[in-house]
């Protein structure tokens, strides 16, 4: 089993959701590996020299071998192990694929996080506008239980944010983006996707994540 | 039934261009549909791309497709016969995606910030633009190209901003330092579908005054 994989290791921060979209991939395809989890105010030698473009997580090593960036990072394990394959086999179905998943990381999750972490009421209130906006995009896209059909794809794994972190982020600063009124299949679609038998097993804790955020938002705010 | 291909584009557009040599790679024949992107966006092009408005927008057969390295992904994928663009190792694929993110997000943004803004308030967004540059030639090295021996996905990436150099030379104030990339640059330009598609580099900098004269940075 392990001859088949060669080694593989993960570099990541428990509250990632960037580096849990790669350990849900890596577990969906049965992949051994070796987790390494990172302080990102200490970064490890090994992480600034498996990743020195960037120097962030997650970080994939197999082989030797690192890669970095979420989103190439799940493309290579989906190209390298075929089993359980989160992306779709024809050309224009794998497009669509890839367009989603960058929608959420170039519009999405800035609009969010921008929504409420930023200490400008002006501003907050225009992302929180981008976010809602953003939202009804992908609610207007998700046509089957996933946004993979009837299994987890690349894109279900791509908004696992919008899944467990927004609603973290939303209790933790009193922010209501997610409405089950406004975005129903969304919101059915977060509970199935975090019921997920391996994505439930890698999720942080919330209370934890929910302390980061209040802590996050403390900060801005305080700086007024 | 032959195949209907039609790409919303944008003469100047570096992105446009991506697409436009990969098609030309292939010898895949496009209909090619001019946006006026300073005055008005086309019905078309809001009903194709209502997520981003931009070009470039492929549309085959009734399909749409948008985003350049997507698009030219796809354009590989379905005509994957001629001409490969993506390695068919995996490691090497993931090397061509990453480091093409990194020429929209580490040189173009950066760029962007300088040629959209007050050139002195950006000395910090100057001295990236001239690492990350220098970053892509330790990428390339004693490479012909980036694909290795031969033409490839992320030469296609990288290949239009060529053109716009000595304008973030000149608009900058600052002196790029990446002579492996103009030889590099210069091989590419020898392909047909590079030199038939690269901006001629006065209409970029004309491009760059009138737009900086209209947003009010000049």
């Known amino acids: 089993m392990a001859k088949e994989y060669g080694e593989v290791q993960l570099f990541g921060v428990g509250g990632s959701p960037y580096a849990r979209r790669v350990r849900i991939a890596l577990e969906m395809k049965g992949v051994q590996y070796t987790y390494f989890e990172e302080d990102l105010r200490n970064k490890s030698d090994l992480l600034l020299k498996y990743n020195p473009v960037h120097k962030k997580v997650p970080v994939l090593v197999h082989n030797g071998k690192p890669l970095a960036e979420s989103l190439v990072i799940l493309e290579y394990i989906d190209d390298t192990w075929g089993n359980h394959p989160i992306l779709p086999q024809q050309p224009y179905d794998r497009a669509l694929a890839q367009f989603w998943s960058r929608f959420i990381d170039d519009k999405c999750l800035p609009a969010i996080t921008k929504a409420a972490f930023t200490a400008n009421k002006e501003e907050r209130d225009n992302s929180a506008e981008e976010s809602l906006e953003a939202l009804q995009f992908l609610e207007n896209e998700l046509k089957h239980k996933f946004f993979g059909g009837e299994t987890i794809g690349l894109v279900d794994i791509a908004a696992g944010f919008i899944a467990f972190w927004l609603p973290a982020i939303e209790e933790a600063v009193g922010l209501k983006l997610l409405s089950c009124e406004k975005f129903p299949k969304l919101h059915k679609w977060g509970q199935e996707f975090t019921n997920h038998p391996v994505v439930k097993e890698n999720l942080p804790p919330r209370d934890k994540l929910v302390g980061f955020f209040k802590a996050r938002y403390a900060s801005i705010t305080a700086s007024k | ?218």
């Open chain 2, 1 to 218: 039934m032959a195949d209907e291909v039609v790409l919303l584009d944008f003469d100047l557009s570096m992105f446009c261009i991506r697409v436009k040599i990969a098609l030309a790679e292939k010898g895949i024949k496009f209909e090619d549909k001019e946006e006026d992107l300073v005055n008005t966006k086309s019905a078309l092009l809001l009903q194709t791309n209502p997520v981003h408005k931009k070009v470039p927008v492929l549309i085959h057969n009734g399909k749409p497709i948008c985003e350049s390295l997507i698009i030219v992904e796809y354009i590989d994928e379905f005509w994957k016969d001629n001409a490969p663009l993506l390695p068919t190792d995996p490691y090497q694929r993931a090397q061509a995606r990453f480091w093409a993110d990194f020429v929209d997000n580490k040189v173009h943004e950066v760029a962007k910030k300088i040629w959209t803004g007050k050139v002195e308030e950006h000395e910090a967004e100057k001295k990236e633009l001239i690492e990350n540059l220098k970053q892509l030639e330790e990428v390339l090295g004693d490479k012909p190209y980036f694909g290795g021996d031969t033409f490839g996905f992320l030469d296609v990436a990288l290949i239009p901003f060529y053109k716009w150099f000595s304008t973030y030379e000149k608009v900058g104030k600052l002196k790029l330092d990446c002579p492996k990339l103009i030889d590099w640059a210069n091989r590419c330009l020898e392909r047909e579908s590079v030199s038939t598609f690269l901006s001629d580099e006065n209409d970029v900098y004309e491009f760059v005054l009138s737009h900086r004269k209209r947003i009010g940075v000049d």
